[in-house]
């Protein structure tokens, strides 16, 4: 049996960390977004980046386990059910924007890639990726209100 939440709703306490954290995440990098339009691009890489490399530690400890478990067995039978259809298209959703964050962390930070997978367009790719993000995090708010 999952230990209980503290915010009140019912939720498990990993809901509850997750949630939390999850929500200083996004402001974080709202945050970081203030810190590049100052020009402080190293303070900038370091925030944006330290979100998204947390990010996989929540996702591999808190969100993918009760995926797995309760909704992949389901699918798609049940995509139908609320119950089942937030978490999968937050899961979805979130696997491409983690992987879009951590792409354009390579590119921005290391010189691993070839040069046909490099963009230019920095503002392009990070306003998308800080968009979907916060779109994530409505649908994972979603999730949590259909699971109480
Ligand atoms: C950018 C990536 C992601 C963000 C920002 C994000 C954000 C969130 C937020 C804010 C919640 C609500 C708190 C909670 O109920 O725990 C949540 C829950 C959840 N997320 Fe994610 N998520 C991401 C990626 C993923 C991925 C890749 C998966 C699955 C493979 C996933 C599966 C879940 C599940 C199953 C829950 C419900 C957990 C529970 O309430 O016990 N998420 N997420």
């Known amino acids: 049996m999952d230990a209980a939440g503290f915010l009140g709703t019912g939720a498990r306490l990993a809901a ?3 949630l939390v954290v999850q929500l200083l995440m996004g402001f974080a990098l709202l945050l970081g977004m203030i810190l590049a339009r100052r ?3 190293r303070a900038h890489a370091v925030c944006q980046g330290s979100v998204v490399l ?3 530690v929540m996702i ?3 969100m993918l386990p009760p995926f797995a478990r309760d909704i992949a067995p389901g699918l798609p039978q049940r ?3 609320s119950y089942y259809f937030f978490p999968t298209l937050h899961a979805v959703l979130g696997s491409v924007t983690q992987l879009l964050g951590l792409y354009i962390l390579i590119r921005a930070g290391t010189n691993w890639l ?3 997978l490099c963009f230019e367009n920095y503002k392009l ?3 998308t990726a800080l968009t979907l993000w916060w779109i994530v995090i409505f649908l994972g708010l979603a999730t949590y209100y259909v699971w109480l």
Request: proline share 5%; net charge positive; hydrophobic share 50%.
């Open 39 to 41: 020009r402080l691009y």
């Open 16 to 18: 509850d960390v997750n």
């Open 60 to 62: 591999a400890a808190i």
């Open 79 to 81: 995509l139908g059910q």
């Open 114 to 116: 070839p040069k046909a």
């Open 54 to 56: 947390l990010n996989l």
């Open 125 to 127: 790719w990070m306003r």
